[in-house]
């Protein structure tokens, strides 16, 4: 089984970036499509984007399309999520996910990571 750590959150003012890294250990994910998500305060967890095993598809939620892009280096057995211009409504808990049959279906996904808050001040 893998297990998946994300790190990378923190408090950022609106406007501003942050990388998230969700290190994966125990098996390598070289053959695992991997997503990002999150979980703001009552609200239902969202899906934000993905990556194919082979790295060369990506794909994106609306809400996120052209500000976040992720990314993967099967190397480091690690995920990455670059966030640009953040958002107040960004705020919330992001998650990392492994081997995912579906890809914006959580559901679908085999593992995921502790989590990691994002704040973004306005």
């Known amino acids: 089984q893998v297990q998946l750590v994300e790190s990378g959150g923190g408090l950022v003012q609106a406007g501003g970036s942050l990388r998230l890294s969700c290190a994966a250990s125990?098996?390598?994910?070289?053959?695992?499509?991997m997503g990002w998500f999150r979980q703001a305060p009552e609200k239902e967890r969202e899906w934000l984007a993905a990556?194919?095993?082979?790295?060369?598809?990506?794909y994106y939620a609306d809400s996120v399309k052209g500000r976040f892009t992720i990314s993967r280096d099967n190397a480091k057995n690690t995920v990455y999520l670059q966030m640009n211009s953040l958002k107040s409504e960004d705020t919330a808990v992001y998650y990392c996910?492994?081997?995912?049959?579906?890809?914006?279906?959580?559901?679908?996904?085999?593992?995921w990571g502790q989590g990691t808050q994002v704040t973004v001040s306005s």
């Open positions: 990556i194919d095993w082979s790295g060369g598809n990506t």
């Open positions: 996910a492994a081997d995912g049959l579906y890809l914006s279906q959580g559901n679908t996904y085999r593992a």
């Open positions: 125990g098996r390598t994910i070289r053959n695992y499509n």
